[in-house]
């Protein structure tokens, strides 16, 4: 198992998307960190809260591109091809899918651990120069809530390209249902009023995965929502292990 997750790995090196990923998280860590001091007051600069946020914004554009990623690692074995080598060497479908599974939680752990580095720079300069302390705990405790929630993208991505193995349409209808269907089942639910179905939109995919990284405390508790999206991710790992294994690969 370890070998097949370091060949993984190493096949993440060699594609260009990864480095082109891994480059807008970067640029995403530093402007959202630039842009949550810049736009504070100086009374809302000496509140810890900031410091505790700004971890958690960074984590939402950083667990998007960890979930298009995860199922770009998988995708791609169908896309190009290489599935029915890569199944020679694994001849057991479901060891297959696990390892695509941790390697789309590395994925989501790698890209946001680098995403905090770029962002603990920015803010302990931007903060020293104005004479700010940096709040170690509070950043931390941001920090590894957020970190949760990308390796949890990661596993999600890798299980949702498991589940429907066309590239195209795995990346399409992801983001259609993030940013249109979802939010439209989210008005949906609450155009009855007679009918209290407002809180079950709570529940979506893309809800309780935000979530997780919500820095305003507002929908489901941080535990709650990582238990919705673990949820959500143990259904579509389980539609990838069925697919997978039902798969004619020729």
């Known amino acids: 198992m370890s070998n097949l997750f370091a060949a993984e790995l190493l096949k993440l090196k060699t594609l260009r998307s990864t480095w082109g990923f891994g480059i807008i998280t970067l640029l995403f860590a530093g402007l959202l960190t630039a842009a949550n001091i810049g736009g504070s007051t100086s009374e809302d600069r000496l509140d810890p809260e900031l410091q505790f946020r700004i971890p ?23 896309r190009h ?24 939680a590395s994925v989501g752990a790698v890209l946001y651990t680098a995403a905090l580095v770029v962002a603990a720079v920015a803010a302990v300069i931007w903060l020293g120069a104005l004479d700010v302390p940096f709040e170690a705990g509070e950043w931390s405790e941001g920090a590894w809530r957020a970190l949760v929630a990308t390796v949890i993208a ?15 349409g795995a990346l399409v209808g992801v983001l259609l249902w993030m940013f249109l269907l979802e939010p439209i089942c989210w008005v949906l639910l609450g155009v009855f009023p007679w009918v ?35 949820g959500w991710a143990a259904l579509a790992a389980a539609i990838a292990f069925m697919r997978t294994r039902r798969r004619d690969i020729t």
């Open 196 to 230: 209290d179905l407002e809180g079950v939109s709570e529940y979506l995919p893309a809800a309780a995965l935000g979530g997780t990284v919500d820095s305003e405390g507002e929908g489901l508790s941080w535990a709650r929502a990582v238990l919705v999206s673990l």
């Open 81 to 104: 091809g290489t599935i029915a080598r890569t199944l020679l060497a694994t001849p057991r479908r479901g060891r297959f899918v696990v390892v695509k599974l941790l390697t789309g």
């Open 56 to 78: 958690l914004d960074v984590a939402f554009p950083t667990s998007i591109l960890a979930l298009l990623l995860g199922i770009i690692l998988v995708t791609n074995e169908f």
């Open 154 to 168: 990661g596993v999600f991505g890798a299980a949702t390209g498991g589940a429907v193995h066309s590239q195209v």
